[in-house]
Nanobody, 118 residues
Framework: QVQLLESGGGLVQTGGSLRLSCAASASITNVFSMGWYRQAPGKQRELVANIISGGNTNYADSVKGRFTLFRDNAKNTPSLQMTSLKPEDTAVYYC????????????WGQGTQVTVSS
């Protein structure tokens, strides 16, 4: 069982930057996809960015040009560089890793709060 732990969230002013990291409790191999999701109060969890093995990196339209997804190839975990932050980016951000196995098990972290003040 893989446990994921996010870090790097916090309070930042509009226009600021943050970098989110995701650590795993065990070695991760055979990754199908990895990425970041977020959930704002009263809203559904949404994709921020992800990369599917052998494919392109996908970004939500709202973060294109501002956020960059990085992959730690040694640890098979994602990080997220966020720039030009806006108040509407305020949410709990979750790390996600899906393994390339028959059942495609999906693992989530507990989330890290990002708050952007206006």
């Amino acid at each position: 069982q893989v446990q994921l732990l996010e870090s790097g969230g916090g309070l930042v002013q509009t226009g600021g930057s943050l970098r989110l990291s995701c650590a795993a409790s065990a070695s991760i191999t055979n990754v199908f996809s990895m990425g970041w999701y977020r959930q704002a109060p009263g809203k559904q969890r949404e994709l921020v960015a992800n990369i599917i093995s052998g494919g392109n990196t996908n970004y939500a339209d709202s973060v294109k040009g501002r956020f960059t997804l990085f992959r730690d190839n040694a640890k098979n975990t994602p990080s997220l560089q966020m720039t030009s932050l806006k108040p509407e980016d305020t949410a709990v951000y979750y790390c996600n890793v899906v393994l390339d196995r028959l059942t495609r098990p999906s693992y989530w972290g507990q989330g890290t709060q990002v708050t952007v003040s206006s």
